[in-house]
């Protein structure tokens, strides 16, 4: 079974676990874990892969206690998406209804009291709490080693409270004023984001806990910590072409939905500074309006794609693609195996669709 498989059962196995621990609760609580499961039923599972591979860069052998520690970061993943939905005001997430969405839909459809927009809101916000809290039990009962386990710690503590600030971040910097700012301030601004929201606990984090955990030795640990930094930052640059350019169909999303949510993204902050005088203004009079229709939202990628934006993040992408290689080459101590797989991930993680 590949790991993608054995990560999916090992989240099916813990939601079951945690549905027997809620049972004695009643029936109601089956909304929260039915939005769970419909979340952790797809992605790419890039930081499990992520995980593992940094535990085998060690040296160590495949068992299921890595798989299972592996599979906590999906768990992690999925409360950060969850929150992260509520916050962005999105209306879906991997083509479906995103977990607040779904949860009014529910108040709505059985005619309870309230406000069903508020219900939702405060459903999806405890579900990824519960996304935490499994989290936390899943390294803790992984079955790796103790000794193991406090090693990677450290790493794993520090990727929980970095990425919570980082998503303030997010929330600080799409409200603060950024029009008049210098073009280098707002692509500088745009990457601190990147870097505290996505390229940490995308890649580097989780890589770092299963080699940290592995035992891998100074200076591995910083070459890989520098792999993970550039494709994590590849990777949510490639995420940001795909919010504006990306085929719904493949991503799960609305065409066009960054720039319904108004993010701003290094793409942005490449465009602003390309664009002509009424592409900018263009760009300013619709980005962040939540009604934005099909052909507003095709006038707008023609700005970003005039302005030069694309090739400049894809050169980035490239770059940094190039940059992590360059550090995971000299990860001299890493194993063979591992590091082909970790090779074979950066295109993986650059060059995909969705």
């Not at 079951?16 to 769970?36: C, F, H, K, N, W």
């Not at 720039?259 to 002509?276: M, Q």
């Amino acid at each position: 079974m590949d790991l993608r498989a054995r990560v999916q059962a090992c989240i099916d196995r813990e939601l079951r676990t945690q549905e027997s621990v809620l049972a004695e609760l009643g029936p109601d609580v089956t909304d929260l874990l039915d939005r769970i499961g419909s979340l952790l039923a797809g992605g790419k599972r890039l930081r499990a892969a992520f995980l593992y591979w940094g535990h085998r860069a060690a040296g160590r052998p495949d068992s299921d206690a890595l798989v299972r520690l592996a599979t906590a970061m999906e768990f992690f993943q999925a409360a950060a998406l969850i929150h992260d939905d509520v916050m962005d005001d999105s209306d879906t997430r991997r083509g479906m209804p995103a977990a607040h969405r779904a949860l009014a839909a529910v108040h709505s459809q059985r005619g309870w009291g309230g406000d069903d927009a508020r219900f939702g809101i405060a459903g999806a916000i405890l579900a990824g709490n519960l996304c935490l809290t499994w989290t936390d039990e899943l390294v803790a009962t992984s079955g790796l080693p103790a000794e193991d386990l406090a090693r990677g710690r450290e790493v794993f503590d520090r990727m929980r409270t970095q990425l919570m600030a980082g998503q303030f971040l997010d929330v600080v910097d799409s409200v603060r004023p950024w029009d008049d700012l210098p073009s280098a301030e707002r692509v500088k601004r745009a990457q601190r984001v990147i870097r505290y929201k996505s390229a940490k606990y995308t890649v580097e984090h989780p890589l770092l806990i299963g080699a940290t955990a592995g035992g891998l030795p100074e200076p591995d640990l910083a070459h890989l910590s520098s792999y993970g930094l550039a494709l994590g930052h590849a990777f949510q640059l490639r995420d940001d072409l795909l919010g504006v350019f990306g085929d719904p169909e493949a991503t799960g999303k609305p065409a066009g939905d960054d720039l319904r949510e108004g993010k701003r993204t290094v793409l942005i902050a490449h465009t602003l500074s390309g664009a002509d005088d009424a592409g900018r203004t263009l760009l300013r009079r619709h980005l962040g309006a939540p009604d934005l229709d099909r052909a507003t939202v095709d006038d707008l990628r023609g700005v970003i794609t005039a302005s030069g934006a694309v090739e400049a993040v894809e050169r980035e992408i490239a770059d940094l693609a190039e940059s992590a290689r360059t550090s995971l080459a000299a990860a001299t101590g890493v194993t063979p195996e591992a590091a082909k797989v970790l090779d074979d991930l950066v295109e993986i993680s650059t060059a995909r669709t969705a």
